[in-house]
């Protein structure tokens, strides 16, 4: 392999850019951690590292984020000006005492000092309101576990990153037993496993600060939460007797305000439908440029394999 092409190489590695990024991610605000391989043993060991602390940082994000975002769109919340929580928690509780009867004691309650803080038997209750308890509870074990072990996985990335620094990539790539194209391919994918790292890294300030508004959220509702559960039956029983047991009805009907109105509802709900096409339309093109370039790789890979064993007859 001659300078000029490892010149080429290398800059991949350096510059940062191309293989090895993920298209049509489930979550945008979702860490990456997921390794396109190299077929190099001491680049993939490498990233191997790096991927298990992305991990651990993506599922402290998650119990953050797709918890609370499962529970709002569970209980509707584009009914609410501004989402909050303890509205959303508040819907929860009383569709629990709906659930139980128009009676929040059979749920069996427990207000604890500390976590999970609340407990509440939902089984038998609609499905819905099963998957709200869940998230809350692991959005609560989230907020306990993660100040700790995001500051460890922080430290540790960071670590990851510096080594990458000193890393002999170049001569990895160059001493690999492999052809020209999957050499240059190893460096793409390498770049772009870099590039996750580092975004990690930018990330991990983003994920601290929703962290320390979170907890700060959580000391005050706990206080809350007594009443809440005290008085839930007089909304419970209400949308018991009226049938209405799912969260998103009771948000709709039950919940006092502040509140949008039925237009300005439609209005967020449209407008959430547009981007949702959007973003689907987006990635299915994403899609489709990925798997075209992917199928002209693999022409490429076939001309260079049927010109060797041309070579070789010769």
């Known amino acids: 392999i001659n300078a000029e092409y490892m010149g080429k190489v290398y800059s991949k590695i350096t510059m940062g850019c191309g293989g090895g990024k993920e298209e049509g991610s489930k979550n945008k605000n979702a860490i990456e951690y997921e390794m396109s391989e190299t077929k190099i043993p001491e680049l993939d060991d490498f990233c191997g590292k790096a991927s298990k602390i992305l991990e651990a940082m993506e599922h402290i994000r998650a119990g953050l984020g797709d918890t609370v975002?499962?529970?709002?769109?569970?209980?509707?919340?584009?009914?609410?000006?501004?989402?909050?929580?303890?509205?959303?928690?508040?819907?929860?509780?009383?569709?629990v005492s709906a659930n139980k009867e128009g009676k929040i004691s059979n749920a069996r309650p427990q207000i604890l000092s500390e976590t999970p803080y609340i407990t509440l038997d939902t089984s038998g209750c609609r499905v819905e309101?099963?998957?709200?308890?869940?998230n809350l509870t692991e959005y609560i074990k989230a907020l306990v576990e993660g100040?700790?072990?995001?500051?460890?996985?922080?430290?540790?990335?960071?670590?990851?990153?510096?080594?990458?620094?000193?890393?002999?990539?170049?001569?990895?790539i160059q001493n690999a037993p492999c052809g020209p194209m999957d050499k240059l391919k190893a460096a793409g994918k390498f770049a772009g496993n870099l590039n996750k790292m580092k975004?990690?890294?930018?990330?991990?300030?983003?994920?601290?600060s929703i962290l320390t508004a979170a907890v700060a959220d959580l000391k005050a509702l706990i206080p809350q939460l007594k009443d809440v559960v005290k008085d839930a039956d007089k909304i419970g029983k209400k949308a018991f007797d009226a049938g209405h047991l799912l969260p998103a009805q009771i948000m709709a009907f039950y919940h006092p305000g502040p509140r949008?109105?039925?237009?300005?509802?439609?209005?967020?709900?449209?407008?959430?439908?547009?981007?949702?096409?959007?973003?689907k339309e987006k990635k299915e093109k994403e899609k489709n440029k990925k798997d075209k370039k992917g199928k002209g790789g693999k022409e490429e890979e076939s001309k260079e394999d049927n010109e060797g064993k041309k070579g070789k007859k010769n």
């Open 260 to 279: 949008r109105t039925k237009k300005e509802y439609k209005k967020v709900k449209k407008a959430k439908e547009e981007k949702a096409k959007k973003e």
């Open 199 to 208: 975004n990690g890294l930018m990330k991990l300030k983003e994920v601290t």
């Open 69 to 95: 975002e499962d529970i709002y769109e569970i209980v509707d919340a584009d009914w609410l000006p501004q989402y909050k929580l303890v509205e959303a928690i508040k819907v929860f509780i009383w569709s």
């Open 147 to 172: 100040p700790g072990k995001l500051a460890e996985a922080g430290k540790a990335l960071y670590e990851i990153v510096e080594q990458a620094k000193s890393l002999n990539i170049k001569d990895s």
């Open 129 to 134: 309101v099963d998957k709200i308890n869940q």
